[in-house]
């Protein structure tokens, strides 16, 4: 990173780094590692976070330019210190209306921004077996209650609604086959104790224990 806690960014100053020497070090390691087989992780290929980037002021991204160029371009969150929703449908709202104040009302369509978060998503994790809903692929899949008042005459496009309405949470997840969300709710740990937990840890952050 190159703005330091003095400049108003998040890493202690005496980590931070010049951008030509982060540049420099980034073409080095592309050039010894990049690798295109299948599954591998050392590839040449972009997580895009805008809200991160929003909340730290670290500029757009030019995310057309670079699908324009082939580069693989998926969509994330980043961790919990510059995402504090960390909300996957948000961020992918937010990823199209950022790229249309930078770049104009063209720069990206709403299937462009939702194919980020899904099949761009496949490609930069190198996989071939997730990312859409097809034959052989994973069995991983979401649905959303697109009867909610936040959808309310929008039924027309509904891809155009997820994307631009208010973010919704999913009505049923499965991931791999596995029921992660039913009706709304997550069946996969008992929520009330871990938002307990979570919370009391967070007291104890903020206090310094």
Same mark, same amino acid.
């Given at each position: 990173?190159?703005?330091? /806690?003095?400049?108003?960014?998040?890493?202690?100053?005496? #980590?931070?780094?010049?951008?030509?020497?982060?540049?420099?070090?980034?073409?080095?390691?592309?050039?010894?590692?990049?690798?295109?087989? *299948?599954? @591998?992780?050392?590839?040449?290929?972009?997580?895009?976070?805008?809200?991160?980037?929003?909340?730290?002021?670290?500029?757009?991204?030019?995310? *057309?330019?670079?699908?324009?160029?082939?580069?693989?371009?998926?969509?994330?969150?980043?961790?919990? @210190?510059?995402?504090?929703?960390?909300?996957? #449908?948000?961020?992918? *709202? /937010?990823?199209?209306?950022? /790229?249309?104040?930078?770049?104009?009302?063209?720069?990206?369509?709403?299937?462009?921004?939702?194919?980020?978060?899904?099949?761009?998503? @496949?490609?930069?994790?190198?996989?071939?077996?997730?990312?859409?809903? +097809?034959?052989?692929? @994973? +069995?991983?899949?979401?649905?959303?209650?697109?009867?909610?008042?936040?959808?309310?005459?929008?039924?027309?496009?509904?891809? +155009?609604?997820?994307?631009?309405?208010?973010?919704?949470?999913?009505?049923?997840?499965? #991931?791999?086959?596995? #029921?992660?969300?039913?009706?709304? *709710?997550?069946?996969?740990?008992?929520?009330?104790?871990?938002?307990?937990?979570?919370?009391?840890?967070?007291?104890?952050?903020?206090?310094?224990?």
């Amino acid at each position: 990173m190159s703005v330091g /806690q003095k400049d108003g960014g998040l890493p202690p100053d005496s #980590v931070v780094e010049k951008e030509d020497a982060i540049l420099k070090d980034t073409q080095r390691l592309i050039e010894t590692y990049h690798d295109e087989g *299948r599954y @591998a992780m050392p590839r040449v290929v972009v997580a895009h976070c805008p809200c991160s980037n929003m909340r730290l002021a670290s500029g757009i991204a030019p995310i *057309r330019s670079m699908r324009d160029a082939g580069v693989p371009v998926g969509l994330g969150v980043d961790g919990s @210190a510059s995402n504090d929703g960390a909300q996957m #449908v948000g961020e992918v *709202r /937010q990823a199209l209306l950022l /790229q249309r104040v930078g770049f104009g009302p063209d720069a990206m369509t709403a299937r462009e921004a939702l194919e980020i978060a899904t099949l761009g998503g @496949a490609r930069v994790l190198n996989r071939d077996d997730i990312g859409a809903l +097809a034959p052989g692929m @994973a +069995a991983d899949f979401v649905s959303f209650d697109l009867s909610q008042p936040a959808f309310a005459g929008s039924l027309h496009d509904p891809v +155009a609604a997820l994307v631009f309405c208010a973010p919704s949470q999913v009505a049923n997840s499965v #991931v791999d086959g596995r #029921v992660v969300v039913r009706d709304g *709710r997550l069946v996969t740990v008992d929520l009330g104790r871990v938002v307990e937990r979570h919370n009391a840890l967070s007291s104890s952050l903020v206090a310094g224990r």
